[in-house]
């Protein structure tokens, strides 16, 4: 929501969101020192709460150095410095978005860092998958990681941006899958639902995408219009929009349920 204006926050007030739940994110430009990130934290932690406050909305975030950034090792190692302080934020869910972009060993690396953190911490892990052509090798190498952790429980994990050709790896692997939507890329409301009616509908949630390129808001209403359209009942599409969200979100101790 940093990208976007209040009208946004109306509109989904209006349509009847209830809650916003944002991933540290990747500011439309590289940050080139420590002291960016604690300002867009501050954002995120303070500014952003109050904000959504004003139109009825909860606002939860995520706190990590975004993939997009995590190539310089120097700059990760004193990024990760700071990010606990924000952890401990009330509306803070946990850690992410974190994964990979470009599927380098310098990201690989910061992953596993903040994978160790989001351990020893105890908190729920948010991952990022790369786009088009490296999403299935990253997808994979992100599991494997992952796996390879004891520490990990998959049930606390959402691999977000699936797509058809990741979305059963990420399922079969017990952890919870996200469908990022937008109108032109990674997921049109009308993709996900079909991949909703191959693949059921547990440990699956929605997004709505919104950033600094062409996203939507009510791309989860918008949605929820395509299930309705296509006949499916209002308690799974309850499930899909609401109830999923809510059980995968309340394992924080700080989410508050807006029921």
Known sequence: MVSRTTDDYLAMVTAGCQTVCEPAFWAGYDRTSADGFFDYFRQLTEYEPKRAAKYGLDHYCWICLNPKEAEDLSLAEEVLKIIPQFLDCPNVLGVGEIGLNKNSRNELKVFERHVDLAARREELILV????????????????????????????????????????????????????????????????????????????????????????????????????????????????????????????????????
């Open 128 to 259: 990022h998958t790369p786009h088009l052509e490296d999403k299935l090798k990253g997808t994979k190498l992100i599991v494997d990681a992952l796996k390879a952790d004891s520490r990990i429980n998959p049930g606390r994990v959402v691999i977000d941006h699936v797509e058809e050709h990741t979305i059963e790896l990420v399922l079969d692997a017990g952890f919870w899958a996200g469908m990022t939507l937008y109108p032109e890329s990674k997921c049109t409301a009308a993709r996900a639902v079909d991949m909703i009616e191959k693949y059921g509908n547990e440990r699956l949630w929605m997004n709505s995408a919104c950033d600094w390129g062409v996203s939507v808001p009510l791309a989860v209403p918008r949605a929820a219009l395509e299930m309705r359209l296509r006949g499916h009942d209002l308690r799974e599409i309850d499930k899909l929009v609401f109830a999923n969200p809510l059980k995968f979100l309340s394992q924080s101790k700080k989410f508050r349920s807006p029921m």
